[in-house]
């Protein structure tokens, strides 16, 4: 078994470390973290990625993109999350791929170009209060009215909506059939009458928001492909977050900042490495790390392949956010009182960015498909177990 990059996937790798140090550099990255203008910060970088071609380096050439191989898909997802830079977007990830396969070519023509020039932000419509985990149980209701169709519902945890232009709307189109087979997918705009967005605050500090839909019109040419399909499509989408799923690097950069911190000379003339749990501790991590690496280069293996992960990419993704949430509680407490504090004070040790961490990593436990429905697929596709 070997785990080797190609020379040109290396040197690609190279280059975008580079372009980071001078468009992503400490003084961008707090601006993004802990700035008023965050939000300006972060699209304007992902102009930069567009401007390069890079936000888009996995779509196919007719579409504007590179097709890049997996491996430099990989290496630049890794430098990217290493820094905490931003990258692909919903629109990049799932509207654009869907698009090209049933969009119409008016939706083509419309959407597509200002997507891969990073202009056009898409929020992820999804989520309602009483569809998470069970989306297909999703109720917004959107009815034909001639030449629109008109929604009313509830939206939970639209998280771009309030500055997003459009959203990657799932709704309800036919109450009678089996929930699976009645819903449709749409390009909403966010500016529609009858949207009001309210905003819902999360431990960290970050929003997401509530968005209600009272007989908000929708042009009918916002329905993606056909009527009561939008599952198979919404499926589809998520085929593409399949590359983004297991990178390792954003573990890694919290690891490699709390083990620069440990040794550094603290208050006292002492450093925190002389402390045997701390040093005990980071030990621990670097295998657990270096167990999240092996997995990682599976999947990519699997992808170049051409295989599906499946099960495996479950695997992955329990384990590494698991690794990143033990890893910032571990942190939490080795940094002590001083740990609590956020990016926003200068006496923040490690910038901060331990206890912002602390509080951001406990959500990727439950997004993208919780931990809990991860655990059954692994014992069902993985091991054929029955359903519990
Ligand atoms: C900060 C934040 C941002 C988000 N952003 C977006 C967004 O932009 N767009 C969007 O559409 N959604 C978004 N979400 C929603 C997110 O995807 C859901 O929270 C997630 O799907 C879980 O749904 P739920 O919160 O309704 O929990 P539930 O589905 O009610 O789950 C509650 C608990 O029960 C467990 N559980 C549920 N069903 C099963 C099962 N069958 N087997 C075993 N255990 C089960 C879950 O694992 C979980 O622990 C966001 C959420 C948050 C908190």
Known sequence: MQFRFTESALAFEAEVKRFLAVEWSPEVRSRAYAGADAYDVERAFRKKLADRGWLTMSWPKEYGGERRPYQEQYLFQEALNYVGAPGATVAVQQVGPTLMQFGTDEQKARFLPPIARGEVEFALGYTEPDAGTDLASL?????????????????RFTSAAHRAEYVWLAARTDPDAPKHRGISMFLADLRSPGITIKPIWTLGGGRTNEVYWDNVRIPATALVGEENRGWYYAAHALDFERISIFTVAGVRAVFDSLLAWAKELGPGGRRPCSEPSVRAALADFKVQLEVLQTLSYRILGMVERGDHPNYEASVVKIFSTELMQRLQNAGTKMLGAYGQLTPHDPRA???????????????????????????????????????G
């Open 139 to 155: 109720q917004l209701r959107a009815v034909r009215d001639g030449d629109d169709y008109v929604m009313n519902g509830i939206k």
């Open 349 to 387: 040790p490690v910038g901060g960015r331990i206890a912002q961490g602390y509080q951001a990593a406990v959500m990727p436990t439950f997004g993208a498909g919780s931990n809990e429905v991860m655990r059954n697929i692994i014992a069902t596709r993985g091991f054929g177990l029955p359903r």
